[in-house]
């Protein structure tokens, strides 16, 4: 009698887990399991983001600086006493921004020709800068070299004021950027208010 007691406690305790328990037991597992997949993905993906909005500020900030710094010699001259003396007047005097999304500006012995026009290409969405030997040839819808890369997309491209002038000297320039698409994308703006030469003459 003590041995079948013994049998069957031996009995009892192989037994093992009954059906409701494991069911419980694995849905307790696939509910964690799908917590730590969730909060995985949730880190990869604000990884991602935070990767995206950095490079997306960086090349604002590169395409910018390009920008900037060519602007900056806007009315430039080699020679200005030679210039200031002729008949018909320094043509490099003038830098236009009366058109929406486009900069047109000149200096001497520039890379390329005297001429400059910095536009937004609507069709790609990016910036064009075009540098040609004619006024003609650099207008608002020369072909240009592209500024940045194609990942990133501008959207906007200000200068203000708008007009034709050959003394105003502040210019702020304003670019808006945007990479991904969706719910996903991120979009950033900058300005940098920029100083021209005023008069062309080396002032």
Partial sequence: MLIRAKEMQQSA????????ELMVAMVLGLIVVGAVIALVLAMMRANTQTLRATRL???LRA???VVANDFKRARGVVDPLTEATQ???NQLYVV??????CLRYAYQAGVGGNWRSIRRDTATNRLLLTAASTQANATCTSIGVPLG???VAITSFTISPSSSSTTTRQYDITITGAIGSGADAITRTMRQTIFVRSLGDGT
């Fill in 57 to 59: 500020t960086q090349e």
């Fill in 96 to 101: 236009n921004t009366a058109t929406v999304g």
């Fill in 13 to 20: 305790r192989s037994r093992g887990f009954s059906l409701v």
């Fill in 63 to 65: 395409t910018l600086a």
């Fill in 149 to 151: 890369s194609d990942q």
């Fill in 87 to 89: 008949v018909t007047g």
